[in-house]
């Protein structure tokens, strides 16, 4: 399984971005998918995750309200959609799939996506 993400890019705060992450080499209707991020000096923290199911939804605080995970089975691929950019929304951002509704040890990850938010 092989995860490709993109859409990271220079933004001003208050602005918008929207993540992509195409998922190959697997069934993608049975994978839930998340996104994390890892900041300059920081560990990488988790974001939001979406089970395969679609019926369970999680974000870290820091960002509820203003982005929102999605899916396209159709696609094969997961997004995440930020609005209302932050400075300290500045971080590489992951995606990541596994087989479990509620993983906490993902099995398949993405290379990464530069988002830089300037204030």
């Known amino acids: 399984v092989q995860l490709q993400a993109s859409g990271g890019g220079l933004v001003q705060t208050g602005g918008s971005l929207r993540l992509s992450c195409i998922v190959s080499?697997?069934?993608?209707?049975?994978?839930?998918l998340g996104w994390f991020r890892q900041a300059p000096g920081r560990e990488r923290e988790f974001v939001a995750r979406?089970?395969?199911?679609?019926?369970?939804?999680r974000y870290v605080d820091s960002v509820k309200g203003r982005f929102t995970i999605s899916r396209d089975n159709a696609k094969n691929t997961s997004y995440l959609q930020m609005n209302n950019l932050r400075p300290e929304d500045t971080a590489v951002y992951y995606c990541?799939?596994?087989?479990?509704?509620?993983?906490?040890?993902?099995?398949?990850w993405g290379q990464g996506t530069l988002v830089t938010v300037s204030s």
């Open positions: 990541a799939a596994d087989r479990l509704t509620s993983p906490r040890e993902w099995a398949y």
């Open positions: 080499g697997g069934t993608f209707r049975m994978y839930s």
């Open positions: 979406l089970s395969w199911s679609g019926d369970i939804i």
